[in-house]
């Protein structure tokens, strides 16, 4: 159980261009999902809360009109970089956060494979 | 600070040798101690975990120690396998949100 899907698994785009990435939780209901950004031999750094429902929570020095995040379902949260260069070429990696335990599950995360994300 | 300081960074050891992987952390509020495994182009998968009211959980060869006066916590691989080298991370549960450790690259020598 617990399993989060990512799709596409590596995309490649043009400087300038939009890039939609997509998570899912296949067989739990997530109303938390995060998405995270990582760089070669670099940790996992969050770029912002995503709550179905409403809208995502930023962390601090994250451009909220470039990385655009929609929760509009139980199950699917996007990640859609707008306008793409290629700094923003990384691996994007989001997580769900099963909230059927309760608050003793507040904190446990299962992540998707992650998007290889290139930008030429 | 917020982070969370992981050591070492890189790690070799031969197989069936023990693996040792040490965080510390500063926010004494946090009760929630996970540990995830990431291999080369996947995401990370959490192999174990420990909330603050234990201070230490086993799962086979694998073990996490927890001293919340000395604010860390260890990740013990026993009877390590080549299929163990990975890159592990650390993290601490704060606010909803789990704040990584830098990570460390273990390699597994046969």
Redesign the interface.
Known sequence: GAV?S?HPSWVICKSGTSVKIECRSLDFQAT?M?WYRQFPK???M?MA?SNEGSKATYEQGVEKDKFLINHASLTLSTLTVTSAHPEDSSFY?C?ARDEGGGVLY?????????T?LTVT | GENVEQHPSTLSVQEGDSAVIKCTYSDSASNYFPWYKQELGKGPQLIIDIRSNVGEKKDQRIAVTLNKTAKHFSLHITETQPEDSAVYFCAQGRGGKLIFGQGTELSVKP
């Open positions: 989060v990512q938390t995060f670099q940790s996992l969050l809360t990696i997580s507040l904190y446990e995360q299962y992540f998707g494979p992650g290889r």
